[in-house]
């Protein structure tokens, strides 16, 4: 049982989606913080094998906290939550698609089309992506014929 001692408690990371889905965003958010935390502190305690959060779980935490952000347009700090995300597990695509969106609509269309398209280098049929790609490059063009 000793290793099963050195895991990162599931259980806050279950509960948090839970809320998530039933929409409790505040009680969600505190829990992925704890999730979060907690990783962090197996992670630097160096407690061996099997004392980390799964690379899946701990980037899946990161961006749903992120998406509870989003929801309170804390833009920012949202996008912080899927850049930890990306940086955790670079092969998960839909912390790269929410930020994209973010930076969309903050009018950073060169850093959005580059979100995007790293979507579609991982999971060519995400079809929100391809649509939200088309949509980056007609404004930017309509941005660059207005000049502003």
Known sequence: ???????????????????FQKGEYAEAEALYSLF???????????????SKCSPEDLATAYNNRG????????????????????????????????????????????EALEDFKKVLDINPGFQDAILSLKQTLLDKEEKQRRNY
């Open 67 to 110: 998406q509870i952000k989003y929801f309170r347009v804390d833009f920012y700090e949202a996008m912080d939550d899927y850049t930890s995300a990306i940086q955790v597990r670079p092969s998960f695509e839909v912390p790269y698609y929410n930020r994209g969106l973010i930076l969309y609509r903050l009018g950073y269309f060169d």
């Open 36 to 50: 979060i935390c907690r990783c962090g502190r197996a992670d630097s305690a160096g407690a061996g094998p099997g």
């Open 1 to 19: 049982m000793r290793g099963q001692q050195a895991q990162v408690s599931q259980e806050p990371l279950s509960l948090a989606h839970a809320h």
